[in-house]
């Protein structure tokens, strides 16, 4: 007779055998009886207990669970939801709770933005998040409820760190569910008075960026809460990750700077610094922290973040560079912050630059060149010389054309690095905005153009970081708007455009190439409208092709055109414009650049 775990038949068997014995049917020693040892009880102090003791119902739910896990991750979603969300609100095991909330938080995880489910996931989970359920239940739930958040913030674009919200931001609007379940859900649990509940809640509201502001008032528990300091240190460390959107509470932090622990103090310093409120105090701090070696990466990161204001620390920055530091790249990113009051430190960066392997030798040419220090010329010109790696020898260029009049000397050298047909593309186009700002400006012109009109075995789509070099040169790109025009009918449109809108009306002959990119699918349409914009009264003559763009469906096509049409005097489109400005589900980014031009429309003459 074969019996399993998994056949779910072991106590129904077991059953009908012993019936059979005791009536004297059969003998025990007539049968050969096998069952077998379930994977997950494989452990020594399991397989006793598995063998002797008949399953129980809520450990064969807690086993389905764990399959039901796996299919929740899937495209099979809608198949097991019912049973999660059942199993979550109403089981009366609390282990058969906490599996379905982590079934429904992975569900959560791999959906996209709009699957199924998910408001329903969210609304589950808010409720096992309530006071009324075990503190198990309540901190798996509101340790997941965050991370829902997670697929949404992935379609949205790069928004890991501060500079990547400020970039979307402006395009968002909260999806539904966020403020209809996770907000007032985490808004609870970060005020829990069970402590692991709220270490939970508050590594869950580090997910939330600048939507966790209205959260943040209620961290006042968790950052008073001397006897678990687990709960401190979580409540900081979201701080830290919410970077400057933790302003509005960043004062309560303040007696950290203080504190015994040196971590409180590193964290402490970091969500200061962050919100923008660097001050004494947070000198003192760091000043305590470089004293020590474990927590010096730690206030580099802060020295950093507070660039000219950390002058103080210009003589720790120096005896690092005069010895071994473990992040030269972290002392010379601090260093390179504090600006003219780094010159003093010339005698240690130029040796750094025999470093001819690395990003060492890379910061210091910049830092170098930003000083223009006339010492750095003939070093910087061996680089360019040397080509010990291209990366090194096009920065060393570039510094050298920082450091201006001064650097001529080394000209021959960046001329010959800009013409070397064996360094990259880009290199060569970086090599050449050099040359023209060390006063060579018509051949570097005549290179670029032929780099940019893809000659040779090249596309524009190597230019790579050229297209934030070239705008170094301004007004004197005037010469290459016939290049760029040709660009508008390639994949780097974009890149051309916003140079052309750099130019001004020295850009209005690519007014028609220009019109051609108003189609609202393509990625260049912003910046052709924003180019439009900017060529002056050339550009009025598009103002019947820019009017219905108002009504496109990408946020940045509404708002680029609104800029655009403020910029060209369009007084026709102010009803439009206005009917945006009242949309209550507009975007902020729409709705500034509407703002603005309805403002500048009501002020101009009447005319278009």
Same mark, same amino acid.
């Given at each position: 007779?074969?019996?399993?775990?998994?056949?779910?038949?072991?106590?129904?068997? @077991?059953?009908?055998?012993?019936?059979?014995?005791?009536? &004297?049917?059969?003998?025990?020693?007539?049968?050969?009886?096998?069952?077998?040892?379930?994977?997950?009880?494989?452990?020594?102090?399991?397989?006793?207990?598995?063998?002797?003791?008949?399953? +129980?119902?809520?450990? =064969?739910?807690?086993?389905?669970?764990?399959?039901?896990?796996?299919?929740?991750?899937?495209?099979?979603?809608?198949?097991?939801?019912?049973?999660?969300?059942?199993?979550?609100?109403?089981?009366?095991?609390?282990?058969?709770?906490?599996?379905?909330?982590?079934?429904?938080?992975?569900? @959560?995880?791999?959906?996209?933005?709009?699957?199924?489910?998910?408001?329903?996931? *969210?609304?589950?989970?808010?409720?096992?998040?309530?006071?009324?359920?075990?503190?198990?239940?309540?901190?798996?739930?509101?340790?997941?409820?965050?991370?829902?958040?997670?697929?949404?913030?992935?379609?949205?674009?790069?928004?890991?760190?501060?500079?990547?919200?400020?970039?979307?931001?402006?395009?968002?609007?909260?999806?539904?569910?966020?403020?209809?379940?996770?907000?007032?859900?985490?808004?609870?649990?970060?005020?829990?008075?069970?402590?692991?509940?709220?270490?939970?809640?508050?590594?869950?509201?580090?997910?939330?960026?600048?939507?966790?502001?209205?959260?943040?008032?209620?961290?006042?528990?968790?950052?008073?809460?001397?006897?678990?300091?687990?709960?401190?240190?979580?409540?900081?460390?979201?701080?830290? +990750?919410? &970077?400057?959107?933790?302003?509005?509470?960043?004062?309560?932090?303040?007696?950290?700077?203080?504190?015994?622990?040196?971590?409180?103090?590193? !964290?402490?310093?970091?969500?200061?610094?962050?919100?923008?409120?660097?001050?004494?105090?947070?000198?003192?701090?760091?000043?305590?922290?470089?004293?020590? @070696?474990?927590?010096?990466?730690?206030?580099?990161?802060?020295?950093?973040?507070?660039?000219?204001?950390?002058?103080?620390?210009?003589?720790?920055?120096?005896?690092?560079?005069?010895?071994?530091?473990?992040?030269?790249?972290?002392?010379?990113?601090?260093?390179?912050?504090?600006?003219?009051?780094?010159?003093? *430190?010339?005698?240690?960066?130029?040796?750094?630059?025999?470093?001819?392997?690395?990003?060492?030798?890379?910061?210091?040419?910049?830092?170098?060149?930003?000083?223009?220090?006339? *010492?750095?010329?003939?070093?910087? =010109?061996?680089?360019?010389?040397?080509?010990?790696?291209?990366?090194?020898?096009? !920065?060393?260029?570039?510094?050298?054309?920082?450091?201006?009049?001064?650097?001529?000397?080394?000209?021959?050298?960046?001329?010959?690095?800009?013409?070397?047909?064996?360094?990259?593309?880009?290199?060569?186009?970086?090599?050449?905005?050099?040359?023209?700002?060390?006063?060579?400006?018509?051949?570097?012109?005549?290179?670029?153009?032929?780099?940019?009109?893809?000659?040779?075995?090249?596309?524009?789509?190597?230019?790579?970081?050229?297209?934030?070099?070239?705008?170094?040169?301004?007004?004197?790109?005037?010469?290459?708007?016939?290049?760029?025009?040709?660009?508008?009918?390639?994949?780097?449109?974009?890149?051309?455009?916003?140079?052309?809108? +750099?130019? @001004?009306?020295?850009?209005?002959?690519?007014?028609?190439?220009?019109?051609?990119?108003?189609?609202?699918?393509?990625?260049?349409?912003?910046?052709?409208?924003? *180019?439009?914009?900017?060529?002056?009264?050339?550009?009025?003559?598009?103002?019947?092709?820019?009017?219905?763009?108002?009504?496109?469906?990408?946020?940045?096509?509404?708002?680029?055109?609104?800029?655009?049409? &403020?910029?060209?005097?369009?007084?026709?489109?102010?009803?439009?414009?206005? !009917?945006?400005?009242?949309?209550?589900?507009?975007?902020?980014?729409?709705?500034?650049?509407?703002?603005?031009?309805?403002?500048?429309?009501?002020?101009?003459?009447?005319?278009?």
């Amino acid at each position: 007779i074969d019996c399993a775990h998994c056949y779910d038949n072991e106590a129904e068997i @077991g059953a009908a055998l012993k019936e059979l014995f005791d009536s &004297g049917e059969i003998r025990r020693d007539e049968l050969f009886v096998t069952s077998k040892l379930w994977n997950t009880k494989h452990e020594q102090r399991d397989v006793e207990r598995a063998l002797r003791e008949p399953e +129980s119902p809520a450990a =064969r739910r807690r086993e389905a669970l764990g399959v039901l896990t796996n299919v929740a991750a899937s495209p099979d979603l809608e198949l097991v939801l019912p049973a999660l969300l059942g199993a979550l609100d109403s089981d009366d095991d609390e282990r058969v709770r906490g599996l379905a909330a982590a079934a429904l938080i992975r569900a @959560g995880r791999r959906s996209t933005p709009d699957a199924l489910g998910v408001d329903e996931i *969210a609304a589950a989970l808010a409720k096992a998040g309530r006071r009324d359920a075990s503190a198990r239940v309540r901190g798996l739930a509101l340790g997941g409820i965050g991370f829902l958040f997670v697929p949404w913030t992935r379609a949205q674009g790069p928004l890991r760190s501060d500079e990547g919200w400020d970039r979307v931001l402006p395009f968002l609007r909260p999806p539904p569910w966020l403020e209809r379940h996770v907000v007032p859900a985490l808004r609870a649990g970060v005020a829990d008075p069970e402590p692991g509940v709220r270490v939970w809640a508050l590594e869950s509201l580090s997910t939330l960026g600048p939507f966790a502001e209205p959260i943040l008032p209620r961290l006042e528990l968790a950052l008073s809460d001397d006897e678990h300091p687990d709960s401190i240190r979580q409540a900081l460390a979201t701080l830290v +990750s919410l &970077g400057r959107h933790a302003a509005p509470i960043a004062r309560l932090v303040r007696p950290f700077l203080s504190d015994a622990d040196l971590e409180l103090r590193a !964290q402490a310093s970091k969500i200061l610094t962050q919100a923008g409120l660097y001050d004494d105090a947070v000198e003192g701090a760091l000043r305590s922290l470089l004293d020590d @070696g474990d927590y010096q990466p730690f206030a580099l990161e802060v020295l950093i973040l507070a660039g000219g204001r950390a002058a103080w620390a210009l003589p720790f920055l120096r005896r690092q560079l005069r010895g071994d530091p473990d992040e030269p790249e972290q002392v010379l990113r601090a260093l390179a912050g504090l600006g003219p009051a780094a010159r003093p *430190a010339i005698p240690e960066l130029l040796p750094l630059l025999e470093d001819e392997m690395g990003e060492t030798a890379e910061l210091a040419a910049q830092i170098l060149g930003e000083l223009r220090e006339p *010492a750095a010329v003939a070093p910087l =010109r061996d680089l360019v010389s040397s080509r010990a790696t291209p990366e090194l020898a096009v !920065q060393a260029a570039a510094a050298l054309a920082t450091i201006g009049t001064a650097a001529l000397p080394a000209l021959p050298a960046v001329r010959a690095l800009a013409d070397d047909a064996q360094v990259s593309l880009d290199r060569r186009a970086r090599a050449q905005v050099a040359r023209a700002r060390l006063g060579e400006l018509e051949p570097a012109l005549a290179g670029l153009r032929k780099l940019l009109a893809g000659e040779g075995e090249h596309s524009c789509s190597d230019l790579g970081r050229v297209w934030s070099e070239l705008p170094r040169l301004g007004a004197e790109l005037a010469p290459l708007v016939p290049t760029l025009r040709a660009l508008l009918g390639c994949h780097c449109a974009g890149e051309a455009c916003r140079l052309l809108a +750099s130019l @001004g009306p020295a850009a209005a002959s690519a007014r028609p190439e220009l019109v051609g990119l108003l189609d609202p699918k393509h990625d260049a349409c912003p910046a052709a409208l924003r *180019a439009l914009g900017r060529i002056g009264p050339a550009g009025a003559a598009a103002i019947p092709r820019i009017s219905p763009l108002l009504d496109a469906e990408q946020a940045k096509v509404r708002g680029a055109a609104a800029e655009a049409l &403020g910029r060209l005097g369009a007084r026709a489109a102010l009803p439009k414009l206005r !009917q945006l400005l009242a949309d209550e589900e507009e975007v902020p980014y729409v709705l500034e650049r509407a703002r603005a031009a309805i403002a500048r429309l009501t002020k101009a003459p009447p005319g278009r």
